[in-house]
């Protein structure tokens, strides 16, 4: 099993940044891909961006220019540098991951999510 630990969410100001950190432990071979998705109340989850266990990169419009995904390979960890934020960025924040398992199949895990609020 994995687990997903996410931190870093909170309450920010139109044009603040705040900076999402997620932690993946377990039995893990090999990660092919960590991502941030999102839902806002009343909507469907979204995805916000992934990165590959090469340095590819890919976003949802809508945050082009803003955020910036990272990762730590050594530590597992994924991270979301979010930039310039506005109040439709307001969601709970998830944190995904597409693993091999050790001597097992491949398979995908959530985090818990974390809160994120843009409001002045």
């Not at 630990?5 to 993946?24: D, F, K, T």
């Not at 995805?47 to 955020?67: C, E, I, P, Q």
């Not at 959530?110 to 843009?118: A, L, M, P, R």
Request: hydrophobic share 30%.
């Amino acid at each position: 099993q994995v687990q997903l630990v996410e931190s870093g969410g909170g309450l920010v100001q139109p044009g603040g940044s705040l900076r999402l950190s997620c932690a993946a432990s377990g039995s893990i071979f090999f990660i092919y891909a960590m991502a941030w998705y999102r839902q806002a109340p009343g909507k469907q989850r979204e995805l916000v961006a992934t990165a590959t266990n090469g340095r590819d990169t890919n976003y949802t419009d809508s945050v082009k220019g803003r955020f910036t995904i990272s990762r730590d390979n050594a530590k597992n960890t994924v991270y979301l540098q979010m930039n310039s934020l506005k109040p439709e960025d307001t969601a709970v924040y998830y944190c995904y991951t597409d693993v091999q398992l050790m001597g097992g199949p491949r398979r995908d895990y959530w985090g818990q999510g974390t809160q994120v609020t843009v409001s002045s």
